[in-house]
């Protein structure tokens, strides 16, 4: 297989935009095919079509809500008898070669379906393993295996967001959080000095005014801490 380099592509690129500007013919053919090309990938992504022996898995997704479904073949007698075992990972960035962070979503006989609600963001690795009760091991005959991934994407408008956030500068980031703590502070400040005013005019004897605005600003101050105000 050959090998291309970045820098090649990127003169490509600039031959085909160039072409496409001077040629508006070809650039409407461009973007015609670009965009059956990304319906067709959308489709993919939003439907998806799994098969093993025993069983076919549809897989639809709606934003966040992935919808599995499952049907046994017809051509299998007796095949409502067979039990249905589905597992969900979240796979991390770097997987856990140990496993054990699978958790079971179906557990059943026959057809069926599961709806699920998934975290934006991730990407999961789903497992179905169809088993005929009627025969004994772990062969072909006995035990289906079927395993796919299915990604959520982060929506549009978050990932407008995530990207803002990635653009402000480290020192942007720590003069923001300065001047907010500040803000804080200077609202706790206030409000034990109306806290104070308040107890001042109950008009108490001076050692139980102040100790009254001592307890106060303390308990208000672990309160603080607590919050992490």
């Known amino acids: 297989m050959n090998s291309i380099k970045i820098g090649q592509l ?10 496409m500007k001077n040629d508006p013919a070809f650039a409407e053919q461009i973007k015609s095919a670009r965009g059956l090309v990304r319906k067709a990938v ?17 897989v639809t997704r709606q934003e966040h809500i992935l919808t599995v479904e499952w049907q046994l073949s017809s051509s299998i007698k007796g095949s409502g ?30 057809n069926g379906s599961k709806r699920l609600e998934l975290d934006f963001g991730h990407a999961y690795f789903l497992s179905f393993q169809f088993i005929n009760p009627e025969v004994a091991g772990f062969g072909p005959d006995a035990v289906q295996h079927l395993s796919f991934f299915a990604s959520i ?16 500068s480290p020192e942007e980031r720590l003069r923001s959080k300065m001047e907010k703590n500040l803000d804080m502070q200077d609202e ?13 005019a109950k008009n108490l004897p001076p050692d139980e005014e102040a100790d009254r605005i001592n307890r106060f600003i303390a308990e208000a101050g672990m309160l603080k801490d607590t919050l992490e105000m």
Do not use: N, W
Not at 10 to 19: C, D, P, V
Not at 48 to 54: L, M
Not at 82 to 94: K, N, Q, T, Y
């Open 10 to 19: 990127q003169g490509q690129a600039g031959e085909l935009m160039e072409r």
């Open 42 to 58: 959308v489709d993919r992504i939003l439907e998806q079509h799994y098969s093993c022996a025993f069983a076919d898995v549809y």
């Open 81 to 110: 008898i067979f039990e249905v075992v589905g597992s969900i990972e979240d796979v991390a960035l770097i997987p856990d070669l140990d496993g054990g962070s699978d958790q079971l979503f179906v557990f059943s006989k026959g």
């Open 188 to 200: 706790f400040d206030e409000m034990c000095r109306k806290a104070a005013e308040r107890i001042k």
């Open 153 to 168: 994407p982060v929506p549009d408008e978050k990932r407008t967001i995530l990207k803002a956030l990635l653009a402000i």
